[in-house]
Nanobody, 126 residues
C-alpha cells in the first residue's frame, strides 16, 4: 500500500519560513499529480498547491499563498516539497501531502486525491 510521510512542520513567528517535505514508501509510476493541503480546526481541508509529477511540473497555488509558497518535486520519485515564506497566523493548521493518478492537476479537489499522509502541524504566531 502506498503511504506518504510529511516532515518539516513546526512553530514560527509571523514572517518566518518553513519547508515541508513529503515522500512515499513505494514508487508508483501511476502518480500524475501531488499536492499540499491544509486544515485548520473547525474548517474544511483546502488545497494549497499542486504540481504535475511529469516533465512539465506545472504548478497551481491557492490565491492566499501565491508569491509566498513554492511547491517543487523532491529528489526522488513521488516526493514533493513546499517552501513557505512570510508565514501568517492564518497559515496555521495541519498540512497534508497527497497524490493522485488523475491529470488536470490544477483543477483537482480534495476528494480527487487517492493517497494521503498523516499530516504535519504548522503553527504561526503573531
Amino acid at each position: 500500500q502506498v503511504q506518504f510521510m510529511e516532515s518539516g512542520g513546526g512553530s514560527v513567528q509571523a514572517g518566518g519560513s518553513l519547508r515541508l517535505s513529503c515522500a512515499s514508501n513505494i514508487y508508483t509510476s501511476s502518480t500524475k499529480c501531488m499536492g499540499w493541503f491544509r486544515q485548520a480546526p473547525g474548517r474544511e481541508r483546502e488545497k494549497v498547491a499542486s504540481i504535475y509529477t511529469t516533465t512539465t511540473a506545472t504548478t497551481y497555488y491557492a490565491d492566499s499563498v501565491k508569491g509566498r509558497f513554492t511547491i517543487s518535486r523532491g529528489n526522488v520519485q513521488n516526493a514533493v516539497e513546499l517552501a513557505m515564506n512570510n508565514l501568517k497566523p492564518e497559515d496555521s493548521g495541519m498540512y497534508y501531502c497527497a497524490a493522485t493518478s488523475l491529470s488536470q492537476c490544477a483543477s483537482l479537489r480534495t476528494g480527487d486525491f487517492e493517497h494521503w499522509g498523516q499530516g504535519t502541524q504548522v503553527t504561526v504566531s503573531s
